[in-house]
């Protein structure tokens, strides 16, 4: 992902992408659910991937301050997620 996109997510911030890897590796569980947050809400689905995974969106989803719409769609996503898992084991 080059930088314009993560200034799509953080566009009122400086932030570097080494900088915003290292947060998701190593800031507190709210920098961290704030940075997936962002992420989610402003990158297009294809780009999130880059930074997160489907295990962390699972983890901080009780944490994520979303709009109702995208929280409710990430919902869903998630429980289908969790469906195929179940299935394939």
Do not use: C, N
């Given at each position: 992902?080059?930088?314009?996109?993560?200034?799509?997510?953080?566009?009122d911030y400086n932030?570097?992408?080494r900088q915003l890897v290292q947060k998701l590796a190593k800031g507190t569980k709210e920098e961290k659910?704030?940075?997936?947050?962002r992420i989610l809400e402003n990158l297009p689905f294809n780009s999130i991937w880059?930074?997160?995974t489907p295990?962390?969106?699972?983890d901080f989803f009780p944490y994520l301050?979303?709009?109702?719409?995208l929280k409710q769609i990430w919902s869903y996503?998630?429980?289908?997620w969790?469906?195929?898992e179940k299935a394939s084991h």
């Open positions: 992902m080059q930088q314009a996109s993560i200034k799509q997510a953080f566009w932030f570097t992408e659910a704030w940075i997936i947050g880059k930074y997160i295990v962390q969106i699972k301050h979303l709009r109702p719409k996503t998630l429980s289908l969790d469906k195929y």
